[in-house]
């Protein structure tokens, strides 16, 4: 069950680097790198964040092979 080893450290990683208020870029970056290498073809990730910042509703951002790239706020 080396797989499934491999499944729980790609999920608890994102949780692990939470606590540790790891930017969201640096995560949202070291999660897909770490799915690549186990094996997940992935092209492009966008994930978007509430906030609760009582103007800015959400942030998002882009994850892609080459670059990461930070969407403008939304209010």
Do not use: K, Y
């Not at 080396?2 to 930017?23: F, K, Y």
């Not at 897909?32 to 492009?44: D, F, K, S, T, V």
């Amino acid at each position: 069950m080396a797989a499934d080893h491999g499944i729980h450290a790609i999920s608890a990683w994102p949780v692990e680097q939470g606590l540790l208020q790891t930017p969201i870029e640096t995560m949202l970056s070291g999660f897909c790198e770490q799915a690549e290498a186990a094996g997940l073809p992935i092209m492009r990730v966008n994930i978007v964040t509430r906030t609760l910042h009582p103007v800015i509703e959400s942030v998002g951002h882009i994850w892609t092979r080459d670059e990461s790239i930070s969407v403008e706020p939304n209010p």
